[in-house]
């Protein structure tokens, strides 16, 4: 199984994308998805989290501007971003944590530029 993260592309500071993360099939014991993203030279980070009986929990850094949600039954996790600022600019990933092994997603070139 694989996953494949989409949705990134160019947009101007203050503006929003939807990112999507696709399985190739289905993944069963589910207890985590995730959203990381990776800036040129940095550390791989830590955004988003929805736990399998749905709370979710953000990084300081994007809360109150991005928004996990999930649908169980495609498999399929999304993160909603708004107020985007030229500091979001990434390659963001999608992370599945099942009771037996993680899965990362190939990322998504988000870039935020006027």
């Known amino acids: 199984v694989q996953l494949q993260a989409s949705g990134g592309g160019l947009v101007q500071p203050g503006g929003s994308l939807r990112l999507s993360c696709a399985t190739s099939g289905r993944i069963s014991g589910i207890t985590l998805m995730a959203w990381y993203r990776q800036a040129p030279g940095k550390q791989r980070e830590f955004l988003a989290q929805?736990?399998?009986?749905?709370?979710?929990g953000y990084a300081d850094s994007v809360k109150g501007r991005f928004t996990i949600s999930r649908d169980n039954n495609k498999n399929m996790v999304y993160l909603q971003m708004n107020s985007l600022k030229p500091e979001d600019t990434a390659v963001y990933y999608c992370?599945?944590?099942?009771?037996?092994?993680?899965?990362w997603g190939q990322g998504t070139q988000v870039t935020v530029s006027s």
């Open positions: 929805i736990i399998s009986g749905g709370t979710t």
């Open positions: 992370k599945i944590i099942t009771t037996w092994r993680d899965y």
